[in-house]
């Protein structure tokens, strides 16, 4: 399961991140394996959403997201 097919207010674990050209600027944003998240937004057409990460507020596009694989709990 990936961070963009979610739904709202759902609490979850990161368990990876794809290798990608943004996986470093995910794990600036504070997005890592082991880091507990929320979606708290998501757009009429689901691009972009926003995820609560430690109190504060990540706005993420939809194929950004995509490559956050998650676990629910």
Known sequence: ?????????QQVTIQSITENGLTS????MG???GKSVSVIFKAPFGDPIAVDIDGYTLSLRK???????VQIG
């Open 1 to 9: 399961m990936t961070l963009d097919s979610l739904k709202l207010n």
């Open 25 to 28: 600027k995910l794990t600036d």
């Open 31 to 33: 997005l890592y394996p």
């Open 63 to 69: 194929e950004e997201a995509s490559l956050v694989e």
